[in-house]
């Protein structure tokens, strides 16, 4: 019995590397191997730096477990599409982009969200043959670019036929939402009578001021992109604030979408925009 007993732990060293592999093969079969960095994530700082006015990432790069929900009223039927990051989408943005025009320029200004959204919209922009510009500060406010001396700069230096703004994310907090009002005026009298499109921020929690109602009653003739009745469901990077990278570049796409639709063909200017 004792050397049958031998015989058999020495069958089992044999045999144990081998049964760890099944095990470990079959591991990744059932729950799916580990996803690999994306490419481009690492660099996204180098991005970021190139295309803003402050340093440092819009946002970390970390992914979030789950996706974050917005909150929102939809205010139609509710039937939404789901995007490859799994961003998930009001279907009424479903389909391809209309034409846009050709040639523009697109300034886009803001804070770590136009960051976020900026650096693929951008690309998206140019794929079309627009020009796309994008100047953020990562921790920004409305006063900040209401009063910033360079502004006026990038409108002269870059003459942009369209003025796109992601302002809002780091004040909806602030006791006075209302307080905002003036210089939301003052912001938008500063872009002259240029389009310009105020895109809200996605909102990351149930709980905020009513500061973007705020915006929406004080944008005079700049449109009102309503992000978190668009978009209901938004993955989040490692902060849980921010979009992951997939994201980012979904969120672009549907920015193209709701532009080109919102374009009057038939305008004056190419980047004349319906009244809503």
């Known amino acids: 019995m004792e050397l049958d007993l031998l015989s058999l732990k020495h069958r089992w060293h044999a045999l144990a590397p081998m049964a760890a592999c099944w095990l470990s093969s079959a591991a990744l079969l059932a729950c799916g191997a580990a996803r690999p ?9 180098v991005a970021s730096a190139s295309a803003s006015t402050a340093s440092g990432d819009a946002a970390p790069e970390e992914e979030a477990s789950t996706p974050s929900r917005i909150s929102a009223s939809d205010g139609g039927s509710g039937s939404t599409f789901t995007m490859p990051s799994g961003l998930v989408v009001s279907s009424t943005l479903a389909g391809e982009a209309l034409p846009i025009p050709e040639g523009t320029t697109v300034l886009h200004i803001g804070d770590s969200f136009a960051g976020a959204l900026g650096i693929d919209l951008d690309k998206a922009l140019k794929s079309r043959g627009i ?5 953020y500060t990562t921790s920004s406010y409305i006063p900040t670019w209401a009063w910033d001396k360079n502004l006026d700069q990038y409108l002269s230096d870059f003459k942009p036929d369209l003025v796109l703004i992601t302002l809002g994310g780091n004040e909806l907090e602030i006791a006075n939402a209302g307080q905002r009002a003036d210089t939301i005026r003052r912001l ?37 992109m309503d992000t978190n009745a668009l978009i209901r469901t938004m993955p989040r990077a490692g902060d849980r604030i921010h979009p992951q990278m997939g994201a980012r570049r979904d969120w672009a796409e549907i920015v193209m979408r709701w532009l080109s639709r919102e374009r009057d063909p038939n305008g004056s200017r190419p980047w004349q925009l319906k009244r809503p």
Do not use: F, T
């Open 131 to 135: 020009r796309g510009i994008l100047r």
């Open 188 to 224: 938008l009298r500063r872009l002259g009578d240029r389009p310009c499109v105020w895109i809200a921020p996605p909102l990351w929690k149930e709980q905020n001021n009513n500061l973007l109602e705020v915006i929406q009653q004080n944008l005079g003739a700049c449109r009102y």
């Open 37 to 45: 960095a994306q490419r481009g994530e690492s660099a996204q700082s």
